[in-house]
């Protein structure tokens, strides 16, 4: 089973003892850091890969929710915290859960349960914020990938997404065996090919240049397919 690498960021020593229990007593929980504000936090989130963050809203500093809101590139959140009032603006950012203290841990396993289904479900996703929603996106309906600048625009099907975050960023979650990068702003899906003229390839009716830079690369690919 996939371990979900987590952090706690709450400002009482009592709720971070009992989520620390909550988060032991479950096999497939890392849990990576404890934070005492989102500023320590938000360096916990550079230098580690996490997944999950169990956020406590009335914080010190800087709101749970708006140190949320202010990521580029957030893990699944599970709130927590003492007032109700919160909720409805919780999951109004995605929230894949909100526990108002105290909770029990059948309640925090319900919890952590669905983080782990959305998790379990995107290892053949692509999982994007965009339209202040969550979406899942088949790594094989994905055509191209468009940089503009802090952020990229996914074309999968005849739709797409504009999510914020880097194009580099966004590489290091495909699959290499499927997208390759053949110009400092396009990423495809090797697969969705339908004709490469000159130093342009065809998806559909888009067509995307080849960067001089990436052109071995992608002949090299091309070679062996």
Same mark, same amino acid.
């Given at each position: 089973?996939?371990?979900?690498?987590?952090? $706690?960021?709450?400002?009482?020593? %009592?709720?971070?003892? +009992?989520?620390?229990?909550? #988060?032991?007593?479950? /096999? =497939? @929980?890392?849990?990576?850091?404890?934070?005492?504000?989102?500023?320590?936090?938000?360096?916990?989130?550079?230098?580690?890969?996490?997944?999950?963050?169990?956020?406590?809203?009335?914080?010190?500093?800087?709101?749970?929710?708006?140190?949320?809101?202010?990521?580029?590139?957030?893990?699944?959140? $599970?709130?927590?915290?003492?007032? %109700?009032?919160?909720? +409805?603006?919780?999951?109004? #950012?995605?929230?894949? /859960? =909100? @526990?108002?203290?105290?909770?029990?841990?059948?309640?925090?396993?319900?919890?952590?349960?669905?983080?782990?289904?959305?998790?379990?479900?995107?290892?053949?996703?692509?999982?994007?914020?965009?339209?202040?929603?969550?979406?899942?996106?088949?790594?094989?309906?994905?055509?191209?990938?468009?940089?503009?600048?802090?952020?990229?625009?996914?074309?999968?099907?005849?739709?797409?997404?504009?999510?914020?975050?880097?194009?580099?960023?966004?590489?290091?979650?495909?699959?290499?065996?499927?997208?390759?990068?053949?110009?400092?702003?396009?990423?495809?899906?090797?697969?969705?090919?339908?004709?490469?003229?000159?130093?342009?390839?065809?998806?559909?009716?888009?067509?995307?240049?080849?960067?001089?830079?990436?052109?071995?690369?992608?002949?090299?690919?091309?070679?062996?397919?």
């Amino acid at each position: 089973m996939k371990k979900i690498n987590c952090i $706690i960021i709450d400002d009482e020593p %009592s709720s971070q003892n +009992v989520l620390e229990q909550f #988060v032991e007593s479950v /096999d =497939y @929980l890392v849990l990576k850091k404890v934070c005492n504000h989102a500023i320590e936090a938000k360096k916990v989130l550079e230098e580690e890969k996490i997944d999950l963050l169990f956020l406590d809203i009335n914080m010190p500093l800087i709101s749970g929710l708006e140190f949320y809101k202010s990521l580029k590139e957030p893990p699944l959140v $599970i709130f927590t915290t003492a007032y %109700s009032e919160y909720a +409805v603006e919780g999951f109004e #950012v995605n929230a894949t /859960d =909100y @526990l108002l203290k105290p909770f029990s841990f059948d309640r925090f396993l319900v919890a952590v349960n669905k983080a782990k289904d959305i998790l379990t479900q995107n290892g053949d996703k692509l999982l994007l914020k965009a339209d202040k929603k969550l979406h899942l996106i088949n790594f094989d309906d994905i055509l191209f990938i468009n940089s503009l600048g802090d952020y990229v625009k996914v074309y999968h099907n005849s739709n797409f997404l504009i999510t914020y975050s880097k194009l580099s960023s966004l590489i290091e979650r495909l699959p290499k065996n499927k997208f390759i990068q053949v110009h400092k702003s396009y990423v495809i899906n090797f697969q969705k090919i339908d004709v490469i003229e000159g130093n342009h390839i065809l998806i559909q009716e888009n067509k995307i240049p080849i960067g001089q830079k990436y052109k071995s690369n992608f002949t090299n690919k091309l070679n062996s397919y």
